[in-house]
């Protein structure tokens, strides 16, 4: 039995991690850490795992020296990370589900998040997006785990780059994620009151997963891509849509289309291909960690519509995923569950 | 024109009486306070109102003595509303939101609540539902405007208590409240995420609107009620349904029932009975100043159905309705518009 | 392994039943029906079961003769059951979902329903609440599936009646559920634009629901109780919570109602009590089989509050507890996961 | 006092509409007509409208002959409605609201929506957005109001359209509705459960409104731009927000790019164009009639982002903003309030 511990798990990738680890046949949650809530039994702050986690309290992140387990999820706020994934891989290998590793390049990083404290991992760290790093992913200490905007747009778009297909500049990636993607704590701009009955476009040409997507693609395609990125809030507390924009360098059939999609996916277990006609919707992949995609194609224009669960394919699913990978288990353990769609 | 000031106008009911007053067609806003965004113009903390208050800026709640109006709204919390309402009596009429002078016993106050600081107040008070207290609400000097809970309940009851069937200790207030009943500020009970799939009871047996209600309903009977009352949380920005419950001294039949509420609100233009058989839902009166109510009786055992907008009839629209009556203004003016029901 | 079948599939309580058995370690589905749908495959009409039952299509329930399974699910709505069980209980076991074999009294059954067409079956019918009937229920050929309001009633009010403690005629059953419990069909009043922001109660004082919330508390109580029922529509898909008052013939402390419910459900891994002053909230049961319970005493005035999920504990998942019992399967079994609380 | 018959009244434009000029000071609705209730009072179909209709039945549209009024509004789906607009015209001025008399080529209409059967009046017929066409609409026989898509993306850029600025084939509109707008039918896919937590793309590159979109845009640009246009379905029950992109021929600054849209608006009173930084919310012109916008431009590219209310700018507040402005009314008469945000 592999044991987990979880640093910041009182967030709702906190919460998701040990949601989706109480049915893992082979791995069992062993702490969760929490400063807000130290010493306070699980359900007392998440009373739906009454009856999981009855036992466990949720203990204090100063104590990280005492920690025996095989794998550490830090599910703390991008910032925080990086102060004590140094320390945590002293004794484990470590799943990072914050923003803080998934960049390349220190500039980059500099740029929009602020001065890493911890640079010097930059380069150790694997991008934990299975469907591209799958074998880097199986030797890998350190795994940064995609953030959600980029998992659906690279997702959606990654087929095409690799081919080579995508005009520079033309890739534009229209984003809408549930509220949950704004994390646990309290805002007025994430209050029911304000959004239940808003849709709304927030950082418009300066969001954060914007490099991020970048790299990626970039790396796919092979060359400076040049993607443009909108997100929008929805009024749901789970599930992103991306609909990304490209032109290719020529045309191409329905059929050609497709079968690229096919190549790149049809031995992925979570990336469900659309058929003809048809396109996801967020409620489909509900609690999942699938990722449904659908393919529209006039001439050179494609639009690809991928739809994700932020909080499981988007964040702490497809940490689980990247852990059974990491530890040899049955990659779909615990994860290939239906999506809850009603 | 009348000149309004309000008071802690930067909360829900504050932009609610900025939203209905826009339309007045004899009262204008000429100051409204905000400690958080004085200095502020209205439409930058409430886009909504952008093109009807572009030229009014939030004012300090502390430059008190610099107001020049005929009525002070105050929209401050409890607690806080009885610091500035004895200073605004010295140069205005004031219709008072927060529940400060609602009670009329100061120890079922101080219970509640805590120490009043202007318990002086508390015998002039005019109670100020409409329904029941129009003429002297007409001559007040100071109005407590009715909590929202209460106002659903007491209009669904009153009629029945005034007429001395309600049995004593049979009454129960099943009410649901849509969540902008819990005020502006940010929660994580608030939240988007944690209210959008919840339904809940909360503090079952000690809501502070329960001495409210039995004050009211006991003064329409003459005699001691004994409410049980329990508030739950419903998904929706706007409302309030209670179900309220009660055994009467004898068996009613159908028209007899009826024939009391006609006697009670055909005059009312805002009470709104409904046909035999049909319920209220609190889409069908959002936005809007109406209180629908449906009976239903078996034998001697009924139950009464009623729905306000917790924000208009429950606060801001019962306010100005005030306001009407005490300047003697077209009670109807700026409130009998048709809701928003989808 | 288990061979289910389910007849009347393509409503949401055979979506339901499809959704929790595709991970159930003993059972599977091997026979789906739905006239509308015949000869499609399962996902084309559930997106979200996409690699679970991908080869498997709708059936013709006129096929019923060609079925070879150890169980039978009849998720058909009620009045329709009845004309399929008596050929069903030929070759399988059954649970019927519908409410056509709730009610042990015919009588009872015309009236609230219209003439029963196979009424010789109600004596034999097994009420399947495990809480209640676990013994019955194991050696039952058919199991009538309960209710999901009667569900959530029944374990709410069944522990204080089966001490005799109900008084008679005071006790009131205020529920409120989500709009799937409606059902599949589409109609104008549960419409997205008509429900979402609405709340109402609904067929008061005559839901069909009543008389078997009745029969279940009298024969706890071993005596007429006469309950008051009145069901509400929360703008969620999935939850009921019901808030049960009632008068008790003496006064309980707290702590001797707790002991009451302690007794009543401590073995049962299914009912979750929860502590003194909490609450329980349809969210932290959604997606799950549980059943939450708060409790409040006042004198000898009690109010229980439950909430469960209405398409897991209050059918398909209840369903599924049943077929575990029926066939000594593992009573949790594809059945004890999380609730997806956000 | 003008007199306005509203056809096909029973639909969610229709309730609009009676919602609208229920508060209108100028005109007063004489008619409303629906097949399927008629002889039924206004408000036992719409519960909200009670007290403002009480006295008006629905009439049967078959009796089109008796109409006396001063406009005529028809509400009734495309392809009805031009079996009724010619016999109406031979009496009334007449605002379309369906899609029948918007497209000027009639091939194109016959292309998209199949025989047009009073092409006659195609080119009669004047586009209804103000913004546009004002002087066209005061001397106009037949309005066409447009459909709420084409009023969000062509309000975003048809400023830019008009100085030449777009580069052909590079505009993207991405759009997303709430709910209402697929109209008041029930059906499966716009049912509470199937979308309340669902957000989908549909008819990727095939909506209808494609070509009303391509017809404005192109003859304020002075030729061809082909633009691409996806529509969402937002959990919500109003409002649309588009995210307009465009490539520019040239780069503009900041300035210049919001001088244009200054020029462009600033004399119109129901676009309000947000400050630099700010982008739109569905939830802030809820209920009324504004149009809001936000600017964004990154050298030559543009993100331009509007927000409506499809049911009142997208449809019904549109249509009486065009009724005012034919009978030289008071153009905001009953349409400049604030609106419904929360």
């Known amino acids: 039995m592999l044991k987990a511990a979880i640093f910041g798990a009182s967030g709702y990738t906190g919460l998701e991690l040990l949601r989706i680890l109480a049915n893992h046949p ?16 699980i359900p007392e702050v998440f009373p739906a795992l009454r009856g999981f986690y ?42 990072d589900l914050s923003a803080d590793f998934r960049l390349h390049d220190k500039d980059t ?14 380069s150790e760290a694997v991008y934990g997006l299975p469907e591209l790093y799958r074998k880097d992913i199986k030797g890998a200490r350190l795994v940064a785990n995609p953030g959600c905007y980029p998992t659906s747009a690279i997702l959606a778009l ?16 229209d984003s809408k994620s549930g509220v949950s993607g704004a994390g646990r704590g309290a805002t007025l701009a994430t209050s029911f009151v304000e959004a239940s009955s808003g849709f709304k476009a927030y ?9 991020e997507i970048e790299q990626e693609l970039t790396i796919a395609a092979g060359g400076q ?5 909108t997100p929008h809030l929805i009024p749901v507390s789970r599930g992103i849509l991306t609909t990304a924009y490209a032109e290719l360098n020529r045309t191409l059939s329905n059929s050609e289309m497709r079968d690229i999609y096919i190549e790149a996916y049809s031995n992925e ?25 659908g393919l529209f ?9 991928s739809a994700i669960d932020n909080l499981v394919k988007g964040a702490s699913g497809h940490a689980v995923q990247n852990m059974n990978i990491m530890f040899g288990l049955d990659e779909k353990a615990a994860l290939f569950t239906p999506p809850l769609s009603i």
Chains 1, 2, 3, 4 share one sequence.
């Open 297 to 305: 194609i006039d001439g050179s224009r494609v639009t690809v519509v």
């Open 269 to 293: 277990r979570f990336v469900r291909l659309l058929p003809d006609g048809s396109f996801p919707d967020i409620s489909q992949v509900r609690g999942s960690n699938f990722c449904d995609i």
């Open 158 to 173: 990654a087929p095409l780059a690799k081919k080579g297909l995508i005009k520079t500049g033309s890739a534009i990636i």
């Open 26 to 41: 082979d791995a069992k949650v062993v702490e969760a850490t929490s400063r807000q809530y130290k010493g306070t039994p």
């Open 225 to 229: 891509l040049g993607v443009r990125f």
């Open 203 to 211: 950082k418009v040409g300066s969001h954060r997963h914007t490099p």
């Open 109 to 122: 990083y500099n740029a929009w998040y602020g001065e890493h404290k911890a640079a010097h991992l930059l």
């Open 54 to 95: 009855d036992d466990l309290l949720f203990s204090d992140p100063e104590d990280l020296g005492s920690v025996k387990a095989d794998v550490a999820f830090s599910a703390m706020p991008h910032g925080a990370s990086q102060d004590v994934v140094p320390e945590l891989l002293k004794k484990n290998r470590v799943i």
